[in-house]
């Protein structure tokens, strides 16, 4: 079975792209801090039963893979959902650990037979070595975008992305060569056109145009329209960190939260991340473990209040950051907007807010995504900053604590203040120390089976002794 979205579980696509906000990074000695819009544990939690639900609606699938999928992640409700979530958890059976380059290579080697065969169709007389090395980095890019995000603890916005990219290069919703350009400049300002590129393309071309301008002008702002998915929000702000300048990334997304005092979905997710760099090196481990789905996470088809994350993916939507309007539900629903504005109306995309399609593939055309990427030099406006944010952050942490280690669902060994970040860095540091990086397995098949529909033969060792059958069906080929 595959945690991959079809056209039929859509809703996890969207609901993934929540977990995006929070990321940190670290680089040129200095550590990051981010401060995200997100709902993990909503992510978590929906995204699991997502695939609960996809595998077991899944009239082509046969019974063993209905069994596969329910074993990697029902057999105990909140085990499956840790496993899906922890890359910490070192459950050889419900997990592969694999070195983050090695993934790399094969996802782009994935990703660009997906591009080749379909673009070679139409484009049979480019045979250029030029225009084969462009391609080629352009998937080692998607590629670097998918497996950061696994490597971060967010295996959501993961390698399990990659089926979805190839199915939407293979039908031609995403144009896999299309080059990005700079289409409006003046002073700190840019607005790139996507051309239905690939995000991460897109994004890439954004944030450097937007680095350029902000050592020239101390600040810069550039937005993107027709664009797609580009991954996780922090591969690009961590851009801006590693240049010591402070990043923050933004993209609308299909919508999937309902307006307060609404019951349709209108607003996406629409995750930003903030990311500053600092000078503090702490780090500390964070387990999550799920539960259930609390009230105030999703409504039903009604609009009324929903626990059941079915109902939610399927019939219903999400509620935005703080759920119902009681507890303050509009304030997500205004960031939501924030971030729509900033990414689709004042870049100029065609599709807006409520008209932006979901994202499947048996979507009409091009998403049109946009995104915004702000940049700013923080020597402009103060000496010291990073020594600033340090402390600010050391403080932060050195807060006194609750003694209640059970309200929530979030566990923490240490149960110190954490910083928006701090358990990314922890799998980032536990990547490094135990030798790659933890996919949970039912994505390692799915990779599998991509990389034997597209005849990949640099397959993984890590990845050879699972059974590429057991992935679900494509519904694409
Ligand atoms: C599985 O989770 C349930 C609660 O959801 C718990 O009662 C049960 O003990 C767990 N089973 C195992 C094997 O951990
Ligand atoms: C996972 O296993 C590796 C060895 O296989 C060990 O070094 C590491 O400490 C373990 N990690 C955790 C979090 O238990
Ligand atoms: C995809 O992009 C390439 C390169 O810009 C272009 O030549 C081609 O026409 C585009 N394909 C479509 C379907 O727009
Ligand atoms: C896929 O997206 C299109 C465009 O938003 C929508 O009309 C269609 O209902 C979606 N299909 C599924 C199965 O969700
Ligand atoms: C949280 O962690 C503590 C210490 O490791 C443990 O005793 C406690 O049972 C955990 N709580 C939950 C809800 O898992
Ligand atoms: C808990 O974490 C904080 C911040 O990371 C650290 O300063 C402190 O020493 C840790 N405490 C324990 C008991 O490990
Ligand atoms: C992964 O492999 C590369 C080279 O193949 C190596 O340089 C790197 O150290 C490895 N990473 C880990 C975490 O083992
Ligand atoms: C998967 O199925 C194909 C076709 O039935 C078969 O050739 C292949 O050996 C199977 N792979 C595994 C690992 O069983």
């Not at 993934?16 to 401060?35: D, E, H, K, S, Y």
């Not at 080692?140 to 995000?149: F, I, K």
């Not at 403080?395 to 990314?424: C, F, Y």
């Not at 039912?442 to 991509?450: D, E, G, Q, R």
Request: hydrophobic share 35%; glycine share 10%; net charge neutral.
């Amino acid at each position: 079975m595959a945690l991959l979205p079809s056209d039929r579980n859509d809703n996890m696509s969207s609901t993934r792209t929540t977990t995006t906000a929070i990321l940190v990074g670290a680089t040129c000695g200095v550590i990051g801090v981010v401060v995200g819009l997100a709902i993990p544990p909503i992510l978590k939690r929906l995204t699991l039963a997502g695939v609960i639900r996809s595998s077991k609606n899944d009239k082509s699938s046969s019974s063993s893979e209905e069994e596969e999928g329910c074993k990697s992640t029902t057999t105990n409700g909140s085990d499956g959902t840790h496993s899906v979530r922890s890359g910490l958890k070192n459950d050889s059976s419900s997990s592969i650990r694999i070195n983050q380059s090695k993934l790399n290579a094969f996802l782009s080697t994935i990703l660009l037979k997906a591009a080749t065969t379909t673009t070679t169709t139409t484009t049979t007389t480019t045979t250029g070595g030029d225009d084969d090395r462009k391609l080629e980095e352009k998937m080692e890019l998607v590629a670097s975008v998918l497996t950061y995000a696994d490597s971060r603890g967010i295996p959501s916005h993961g390698s399990n992305r990659c089926d979805t990219y190839v199915n939407e290069i293979v039908a031609g919703l995403v144009n896999a060569t299309a080059d990005p350009l700079v289409e409006k400049e003046s002073g700190c300002c840019a607005v790139i056109n996507g051309n239905n590129g690939l995000g991460a393309v897109t994004s890439k071309l954004a944030m450097t145009k937007a680095l350029q301008l902000s050592k020239m002008y101390g600040v810069a702002v550039v937005t993107c329209h027709s664009s797609n998915h580009y991954g996780a929000a922090g591969y690009w702000a961590k851009l801006a960190l590693d240049q010591n300048m402070i990043g923050m990334s933004f993209t609308n997304t299909s919508p999937f939260a309902v307006p307060t005092r609404g019951k349709t979905r209108a607003v996406g997710t629409n995750p930003f991340c903030f990311f500053a760099p600092a000078v503090v090196t702490t780090t500390k481990v964070m387990d999550r473990i799920g539960q259930n789905v609390p009230i105030g996470w999703g409504v039903d088809e009604n609009g009324n209040d929903c626990t059941d994350p079915k109902v939610i993916c399927q019939r219903g939507g999400l509620y935005p950051l703080g759920g119902s309007e009681l507890t303050a539900g509009y304030k997500g629903y205004g960031l939501g907007m924030f971030v729509e504005i900033i990414c689709s109306v004042l870049s100029g995309t065609s599709h807006v807010g409520p008209d932006v399609q979901s994202w499947n593939i048996s979507r009409d055309g091009p998403l049109h995504y946009g995104h915004c990427f702000i940049v700013i030099d923080p020597t402009r406006f103060v000496d010291g900053f990073e020594k600033r944010l340090g402390d600010y952050l050391t403080k932060m942490r050195n807060l006194p604590t609750t003694s209640d280690t059970s309200n929530d669902n979030d566990n923490d060994s240490n149960n110190s203040v954490l910083v928006a970040g701090d358990p990314e860095k922890q799998f980032e540091n536990d990547a490094i120390k135990n030798g790659g990086i933890v996919l949970h397995k039912s994505v390692a098949i799915t990779l599998k089976a991509l990389a034997v529909r597209f005849n990949v033969d640099n397959i993984p060792p890590e990845l050879q002794c699972l059974d590429e059958n057991k992935s679900k069906a494509s519904l694409y080929e």
